[in-house]
Every structure is written in C-alpha cells, then in structure tokens.
C-alpha cells in the first residue's frame, strides 16, 4: 500500500442562490474548476491522469449523465482520461476524495482529479412520470433544488422531516438555544470575511469571469442583528435563514496523488484516515461526531493531536452539537474549529463543499504548521463522512 498525498486544490468562489453564478452551467463550473486545479500541476501530463472522481448531489437536469466525465471532456483533457460522478449528497466531494485517496493507496492509479459540483439555482424541477399516457388529473412540479423529493410511501414520516426539522428536533435533544446558534453564525461571518482580507481565500480561489469572492458573507454580523429573523421551520423554532446554510453555486477540485506522482510539486498533506457513520435520517447533523472518530482511529491518532478541524456548516445548531461532542471526546478548544468562516458564510453548494473543507483544512495546517486536522461534513438521510489530513509540506 503507497501513501495519497494531496497536491493542489482549488475552488471557484461561491454564489448566491440566483446570484453571480446563475448563469453559469453546472458542467462549466466543474470544467473551471478542473482546468484551474491542473494549472497548479503544469508538469503534469493531463494524460497521466489515472481517474476522476466528481460529486453532485442532484443530478437532475445539466449535471445529469456523469458531470464529472462532462467536465473532463468540457476542460479539454485528452478523451482517454476517465471520470466518474458520486453521490452522496452534501459528501458527494469529499466520498470523492475518499474514492481517489483509496485508488492511489491500491495502486489502481498514481494521480487521480477529485473534486465536485452544484448547481442549486439551476436544479430544475420534475414531474413524475405518468404509467399510462395523458393522465386525467393534475400533476406537480417538484424542486430538486434541496431535500426530499418524490417519496416513498413505505418511508416512516419520521424520517422523511424537513432537514430544517430535523435540526429542530436536534435543538431540543441537545438544548442549543436560538441566541447560541446566533452567536455561532455572526462568528462564521466575521471569520470569513477577516479570512479573505487576509489574503487566506486569494490562491484557493479562481475567478469565474468577473466573479472573485464568496457572494454570501456579511461582515460586521452580530447575535443581536440576527436575533430579529423570524424562525424559518417552526413558529417557535430556533432556526433562521441566517444561522442555517443557504443555496449556492460553486465547484471545488484537488489533485491527489502517490508520493513523487506529480512533477515538479511536492505534496501538501497526506490522506491519514477517513470515516463513514450512519444513524437515522433525520439525526443527519450528528453524523459526524463519529464519522470523525472512526477516521481518527483509523488514521492511529486522538482528539488531543489535532490542531484543526473543517467542519461543514449545514446548520449552527447541528455544528455546535458535534463540537460539544468532540470536546467531550477530547478536542482541545472549540476555537479550532472553522477558524476561517464556514459554510454559514461562505456558502455550501452540496456537491463542492467537501472538497472546500479539505482544501481549507491543508491550507490551515501550512500556515500554522500544526501535523493533524479533520475534515467532516453531515449528509442528509442521516450520514456523516471525515477525513483526517496529515500536514507534509
């Protein structure tokens, strides 16, 4: 077994729902993507390429028919560079990490592209297919935008919640109340913006046309200006537009490859240890608490060695759950956690975002020169994926 080490990583910044990426095609997003993550490798073959593994979530309508190959042929590699597309919802770039990291370490491929993909402005919507021809009756359009859609009868209603009352009922379980949640999002905000005016975000970034920077991040965000939204899940509830993920657009890429793979650079980080858990559906938030045990366990390491953590911002009520469970675990100071803003902030674009939190996490590890960080994210119908990355550079 040979070692993956990550190489280059990049994104492109992230957009509103309707916003800077609007126009701009899911396929076209991922070939920047791919065409920029290369560029850091210019002595690479583009034909030494051995695979590439693309996430997206939905799938439905111009990132249908396996994106990640379309990218590829879009980013104008050679036609003997394979590519397949992963779903597993908001894990779909990290799974795709996960795939490649493992395809390097069996030897399968010494340098496998790995990244991913949304598109939720341009999510269509769809009807179900009628049995028989001209059907009397109405018929609905559905979002495939986010969450739930055409469900099975034989699912129990419990499972099948909103993922906004899914994280209701994680509130109540752990008693996170509204001011906390608030507290914790206007500190995703203010991060990522100090973050960006550092110059941390300007080589993870690639410009898609005139468009430089995460669309979504408010500087200057408070508790007391959040605390003014009105709940968006429950009269009573916890939980806003402000303290929860919103829609965008964006795609992330990484190159992975086995020690000496890629001329000309050295690696960054080093895939240590990776996790898979799953729990009840609607319980999705907490997923990673021991997705990220189970990868730290595999990587030989504990709570107490690692210096920095990128966790997926799904919802601040979910996100405080897992940190409270990992300081219980043994993780040293909340404050590691997302020091650079999070997806409350800066966005989360289902199928890109584990290749963000990766990017981060190695990124975070250079500049403090700490060795150990954990990457996690929660993956509705109740998933949680994570990584452990070893800093190398």
Not at 38 to 46: C, H, I, K, M, V
Not at 383 to 388: E, F, I, P
């Amino acid at each position: 077994m040979t070692d993956a080490f990550l190489y280059a990583a990049v994104r492109t910044p992230f957009g509103r729902f309707g916003g800077a990426l609007a126009e701009v095609r899911p396929d076209d997003l991922s070939a920047a993507a791919v065409t920029a993550v290369l560029e850091r490798a210019p002595g690479l073959d583009p034909a030494a390429v051995g695979d590439v593994v693309w996430g997206c979530a939905n799938q439905a309508g111009e990132d249908n028919r396996n994106v990640g190959r379309m990218a590829v042929l879009l980013a104008g590699l050679p036609v003997s560079v394979p590519a397949v597309t992963v779903n597993r919802l908001c894990g779909s770039s990290l799974d795709a990490v996960m795939q490649g990291s493992r395809t390097i370490e069996s030897g399968d491929a010494s340098v496998v592209l790995v990244g991913g993909v949304e598109s939720m402005t341009r999510a269509p919507w769809v009807l179900p297919k009628p049995s028989r021809a001209f059907p009397a009756g109405n018929v609905t359009a559905v979002s495939t935008t986010l969450g739930w859609r055409l469900v099975n009868e034989d699912m129990p209603a419990e499972w099948t919640v909103s993922l906004g009352e899914a994280n209701e009922q994680l509130a109540e379980r752990f008693s996170i109340g509204r001011r906390r949640q608030d507290e914790f999002a206007a500190g995703s905000h203010n991060l990522a913006a100090a973050a960006w005016d550092a110059g941390f975000y300007d080589d993870l970034v690639v410009p898609v046309g005139d468009h430089t920077r995460d669309e979504g991040i408010r500087p200057g965000s408070t508790a007391e200006g959040l605390a003014g939204l009105r709940p968006s899940f429950r009269e009573d509830g916890t939980i806003t537009a402000a303290n929860a993920s919103p829609l965008n657009d964006g795609a992330s890429a990484l190159l992975l490859g086995a020690e000496g793979a890629v001329p000309g650079l050295d690696p960054l980080a080093r895939i240590a240890g990776r996790g898979t858990f799953a729990l009840a559906p609607q319980e999705f938030g907490y997923a990673p608490v021991d997705a990220a045990n189970q990868a730290l366990a595999r990587a030989g390491i504990g709570w107490g060695d690692v210096s920095a953590v990128e966790l997926n911002e799904a919802f601040a009520v979910q996100s405080l759950a897992c940190i409270d469970a990992w300081l219980e675990a043994g993780m040293s100071d909340p404050e590691i956690v997302n020091a650079k803003g999070g997806a409350i902030a800066i966005g989360h674009p289902l199928g890109a975002s584990g290749g963000r939190v990766v990017a981060t996490l190695a990124k975070r590890l250079r500049e403090s020169g700490d060795r150990w960080g954990v990457a996690a994210i929660c993956i509705g119908v109740g998933q949680g994926l994570a990584v452990v990355v070893e800093n190398v550079a």
